[in-house]
């Protein structure tokens, strides 16, 4: 069972940050929050992941609350090419099958 | 560098017939994963191997689905007397064991099979 929520979807406007949320209230010590994207038709494209503390690289931003319950994934700038569904995922990093379990996402809608 | 690769892209079978897809993953991933899929739906793990462990099948839906991975490289995931609600988009995904790295699955292109 996934062990976040998300949005079901959300709208942005063309330039502006989308802030996409994420809330993993039963996260453990050990578990690193990560990001992917699905854009139709392709395999999850990787985004960032982090473990508490800010995170940036050049797609976007991660930032993790101080008691690591949610998160949200911050695309500075969207692009009608950032229209995907976004997934948040936790998992340790080490130990068991690292699987992944993926809930439903957040589909992202970019508007010109 | 290059990405993980599956094969074919599509895949059109009828019922009862068996398919095999292949996932070649990153060059130097030890870990390798298995997902599906299905039309508008998210991704549902079905099989993960690492290194010479024995591989987690927990997510393999029936006796019907195995993979096996040769070499600690490619993989092959066969689906025997394929069913209608087999059809999905059968994802790869690979991983290094490196701490940098902290376990992050880059997946393939996917297969989408298709059963008549």
């Known amino acids: 069972d996934a062990k976040t929520t998300q949005p079901t979807s959300m709208d942005c406007a063309e330039g502006r940050a989308a802030n996409l949320p994420c809330n993993h209230s039963t996260i453990s010590g050990n578990e690193y929050v990560y990001w992917y994207r699905q854009i139709h038709s392709q395999g999850p494209q990787y985004i960032i992941h982090g473990l508490k503390n800010n995170e940036t690289n050049e797609m976007a931003s991660l930032i993790i609350t101080e008691d690591r319950k949610s998160s949200t994934l911050i695309l500075p700038h969207a692009t009608l090419r950032d229209t995907a569904v976004y997934y948040c995922i936790v998992r340790a990093p080490r130990g068991g099958t690292y699987k992944y379990i993926f809930g439903t996402g957040t589909r992202l809608k970019v508007l010109a | 560098g290059a990405g993980v690769s599956q094969s074919p892209s599509n895949k059109v079978t009828e019922k009862g017939k068996d398919v095999e897809l292949r996932c070649d993953p990153i060059s130097g991933h030890t870990a390798l994963y298995w997902y599906r899929q299905s039309l508008g739906q998210g991704l549902e793990f079905l099989i993960y191997f690492q290194g010479n462990s024995a591989p987690d099948k927990s997510g393999l839906p029936s006796d019907r689905f195995s993979a096996e991975r040769t070499g600690g490289s490619v993989s092959t995931l066969t689906i025997q007397r394929t069913q209608q609600e087999d059809s999905a988009v059968y994802l790869c995904?690979?991983?290094?064991?490196?701490?940098?790295?902290?376990?992050?699955?880059?997946f393939g292109p996917g297969t989408r099979l298709t059963v008549l």
């Open positions: 995904a690979s991983s290094s064991p490196g701490l940098a790295a902290q376990g992050t699955q880059y």
